[in-house]
């Protein structure tokens, strides 16, 4: 594409060379009254060369800010102009938080498009958009895969038509078209997006790269066509590893497994658990791997909180555990602070970790001795904790410290990714971990909810 010819004719081009639509589909448009949204919206309705599709604009009002009122009125004048359908809805209770009003918006969405018939719910995402969540992704997650950023489909129905393009060539085609929009004053509040949005990307663009959105758009290109290679093969090398589906997981021949570079065999345990629904970090990968070559058959592992990998002869088991009914671990993915609240047999516990000294009775930990992600769950058979003389049964522990029968599955144990528990709380520590003179520890605390 040409940057030369008119953005109409660019988007129409781009629209029918990727072939999401037809003639006759109907489409619903996510309207904000913003910029983006509107040049969409009009694009859509008017732009020629395109298929003819039915259009049907949507309007959520989260009620989050005083004018959002004001706002989806003002859409409501502008299709009955453009005479297009609108769809409009006004949340109860505001959400709290982007990531709940995202939620909420994308659930009204679907259903809008199921309710009308629709094929695709077209969203306003562009290039800049596109710029600023891969930047996001790489600094907040440093996890490949969300370096992919935005994608221009989504299952079941959404479409993102305007990606290839940015925010200027959207903002001269609507300023050409003599579009009016809705200003969003929230669009320059100190969130993280507005700050890439408004500092750290025009900055860079300034001082180091003056094609910094371009080149962050091209790397999301990149990597999806990274992630579509490996889906080609990944089919095949779960045949070579002699992957099995097993009762709440899978199996693997561990002699293939083995002839597998390193690399490739912690992709294919992360994918493995992504399906089982965990998330394997780095450190829990790389521990996930390192078991692989090194765990002796019978021992097992826990790369991340609810899943455990364990060998038994000649292959390896990766099985996700199902938490006990009011059961909900929480996971210390590395030795940086946090805070959340686990569910063990039925009781809320506030489980708070960082580098401070903590509160009386918290745990301290060497960071160096423990093997992460650990995690704060209930007891499990066989569980044992290292005493000063030696090993002894957790179950046995709570009965010596006279904890009633009833009363034991409510017990936290928290407990590291080889399965070796540190603590169980109230009644036994670990000799294990403990941080020795200038060690870097870590401090975990964990009391009731209703008391923390």
């Known amino acids: 594409m ?23 589909d109907r489409v619903v448009v996510a309207v904000s009254g913003g ?7 009009h ?8 298929p003819e599709l039915g259009i049907v604009a949507a309007h959520l009002d989260h009620a989050m800010r005083e004018g959002s009122a004001a706002d989806a009125l003002w859409v409501r004048g502008v299709c009955t102009a453009w005479e297009i359908p609108l769809a409009s809805e006004r949340l109860g209770a505001p959400p709290v938080g982007e990531a709940a009003a995202r939620s909420a918006r994308y659930a009204f969405l679907e259903r809008v498009r199921l309710e009308h018939g ?16 891969v930047l996001f992704r790489a600094v907040r997650d440093g996890e490949p895969r969300g370096l992919v950023g935005i994608r221009e489909r989504r299952e079941p129905g959404l479409w993102r038509p305007l990606l290839p393009f940015d925010r200027a060539q959207i903002r001269a085609y609507a300023e050409g078209a ?39 758009r091209r790397l999301a290109r990149r990597a999806a066509e990274e992630e579509s290679a490996w889906g080609s093969l990944s089919g095949t090398l779960r045949k070579m590893a002699g992957v099995r589906d097993e009762t709440n997981g899978f199996s693997m021949d561990r002699g293939a497994l083995l002839e597998l570079h390193p690399s490739v065999r912690g992709r294919l345990l992360r994918d493995l658990a992504a ?31 609810r899943l455990e990998l364990r060998r038994d002869l000649g292959r390896l088991v990766l099985v996700a555990s199902r938490p006990r009914a009011g059961e909900v671990p929480v996971v210390i993915a590395d030795s940086g602070e946090g805070s959340a609240v686990a569910r063990i047999g039925g009781i809320p516990w506030r489980v708070r970790w960082g580098r401070g000294r903590g509160a009386p009775g918290a745990e301290r930990l060497s960071v160096d001795a423990v093997r992460f992600p650990l995690v704060v769950r209930g007891r499990e058979p066989g569980d044992r904790l290292r005493m000063e003389y030696g090993t002894k049964k957790v179950k046995k522990l709570l009965l010596e410290a006279r904890v009633p029968a009833a009363r034991r599955a409510e017990v936290p144990v928290l407990a590291d990714a080889t399965g070796r528990v540190l603590w169980v ?9 403990h941080p020795e003179g200038d060690q870097e520890a870590l401090t975990v605390e964990i009391a009731h909810a209703d008391v923390a």
């Open 275 to 305: 399906e089982l629904g965990g998330r394997l970090s780095e450190a829990g990968t790389h521990l996930a791997v390192e078991f692989t070559s090194s765990g002796s058959s019978g021992r097992h592992m826990r790369p991340c909180g």
């Open 118 to 133: 629709a094929r695709l719910c077209a969203t306003a995402h562009h290039g800049d958009d596109q710029a600023e969540t």
């Open 43 to 50: 694009l859509l309705r008017f732009a020629t060369r395109l």
């Open 2 to 24: 040409t940057r030369d010819r008119p953005f109409a004719e660019l988007f129409a081009a781009h629209v029918r060379a990727r072939g999401h639509v037809s003639d006759g």
């Open 425 to 433: 709380v109230g009644v036994a520590r670990s000799r294990d971990a």
């Open 178 to 216: 003599l579009l009016c929009w809705r200003e969003d004053p929230t669009n320059v509040e100190p969130f993280s997006r507005n700050v890439l949005r408004h500092r750290i990307l025009p900055e860079l663009e300034a001082r180091v790269a003056p094609a910094a959105r371009r080149s962050l």
């Open 35 to 41: 910029l983006d949204s509107m040049a969409l919206l």
